[in-house]
């Protein structure tokens, strides 16, 4: 990878953040909405605070970290007083104490064992943790997630819980060979969203349904997504 100095990379940051901002806003159109009904994340794995602080002060007001402790490790350095951070890779439960309470949602539930540890430990930090249920859409044996015929179930026992809220879905499409495949996975998803949502449960707030990344977000708006992970188009490739 071409090694840019400090000031390309910052460069690089503010354009692609317009660009991404324009194709946000004609997809949201091309559906019915606006720009301001859709949540642009920054993803941030393997990115250096001095860049993620760069995107935040180009209007970046929500970023999502992969792993507790890389997350934990950023945090002191990042500026997020004006931006709100999620975890958004699979969590472990003996990870759960570390991070509950650090950042405003954990977006990559997607088991009861799970759930129950987050609402302990937001039970004896005193705080009520915002979540997503994950959604493996395409049943694949390799993602994590829970299945849509078992997310209803799901559901209802961790609506019970105390001291934990379910805002929404969250979900990664299989990798498809074209946009009609794509498609079909998204506006499922989509389906299964409306389903949930009209349900009205308590302890459960569902408007957020993440899906679209980097290379597909605009046909997941276009599909009714309304909350998008966008990393490598933004900071460019990772670096590992």
């Known amino acids: 990878m071409e090694c840019l ?10 354009y692609n953040i317009e ?14 909405r606006s720009y301001e009904d859709i949540n642009f994340m920054a993803v941030t794995k393997t990115v250096e605070p001095i860049f ?5 002060e180009r209007g970046i007001r929500l970023i999502g970290e ?16 004006n931006c709100n951070a999620h975890l958004i890779g699979h ?17 990559s539930v997607d088991s009861f064992k799970l759930a129950s540890e987050i609402s302990k430990r ?9 979540c997503l249920l994950e959604v ?6 390799n993602k994590t997630g829970i299945s849509p015929d078992s997310l209803e179930e799901l559901l209802y026992q961790v609506s019970e819980l ?13 990798v498809c060979e074209n946009n009609h495949e794509l498609y079909k996975y998204f506006s499922k998803m989509h389906q299964i969203f409306i389903d949930i949502k009209d349900k009205k449960l308590d302890n459960t707030n569902i408007s957020i349904l993440s899906m679209g990344m980097s290379g597909d977000y605009e046909q997941a708006i276009m599909c009714g997504s309304n909350h998008v992970r966008i990393g490598s188009a933004i900071f460019g490739p990772r670096l590992y």
């Open 66 to 81: 992969n792993k507790v402790q890389e997350f934990l490790s950023k945090k002191l350095y990042l500026k997020l007083d």
């Open 91 to 107: 969590l472990q439960t003996n990870k759960v104490k570390q991070i509950v309470g650090e950042v405003s949602m954990i977006e």
């Open 162 to 174: 105390p001291n934990l809220e379910v805002c929404g879905l969250m979900t990664i499409p299989p």
């Open 136 to 141: 493996n859409i395409g049943g694949e044996e």
């Open 5 to 14: 100095s400090v000031d390309e990379r910052f460069r690089n940051i503010d």
């Open 122 to 130: 937001s039970m004896a930090k005193n705080v009520t943790t915002s």
């Open 52 to 56: 993620i602080n760069r995107a935040i």
């Open 19 to 32: 660009f991404i901002k324009e194709h946000i806003s004609e997809a949201a159109y091309k559906s019915s």
